[in-house]
């Protein structure tokens, strides 16, 4: 049961690791589409810059899928080696995970209310203008369309990996 827990926990490691290689990979092209949206809304493009709107793999894009792939790869290797942590540390990190995915998930259904949320707390009147909707379709529109599909087998990983090695290390 150790090793079907570490093989799901590295299972679930990769997919947060493919979050910034994508963000990496294609952030620079949805950057440009936003930016194209707006001017379009005729919105000054550097508002992106002024008020910390990214879409590259920069800041917390990175280092929390970082981190979250290296508690569960740290749990894998315990899993792996059999060490008395391997069970706490999997119910706490894998515990972690559903719920930071589902939090994910939630944010992503929810992204054009969220943003358009954000821009009115901010006070810019400039963000106030922006078509939200039409500039987060913009943006994702940019991302190859296998991305979609990625991002739909990710979450399967995540939430099944996380859920099987809670199970098996239950069984321990």
Sequence with gaps: MHA????????????FV????????YGPGA???????????????????ENGLRFDAGGHETAVPAAVAAAMALAA?????????????????SSLVLLLNAGIVWS??????????????????????????AFL?????????????QTYVRNTVVFAGSAIALAAVSFI
């Design 108 to 133: 992503n259904l929810t992204a054009v209310s969220s943003v358009q949320a954000a821009f009115r707390r901010k006070g810019d009147p400039e963000l106030a203008r922006i078509r939200v909707a």
């Design 31 to 49: 950057r440009a589409a936003a930016v194209a949206e707006l001017r379009r809304q005729d919105v000054r493009p550097e508002v992106l810059e």
């Design 4 to 15: 079907l827990a570490a093989v799901m926990q590295l299972l679930v490691a990769a997919a």
């Design 77 to 93: 290797a315990l899993n792996l080696a059999g060490a008395g942590l391997a069970q706490p540390l999997t119910w706490v990190f």
């Design 137 to 149: 379709k913009a943006a994702e529109d940019a991302f190859p369309g296998w991305v979609r599909a």
């Design 18 to 25: 493919s979050i910034p290689l994508v963000r990496h990979r």
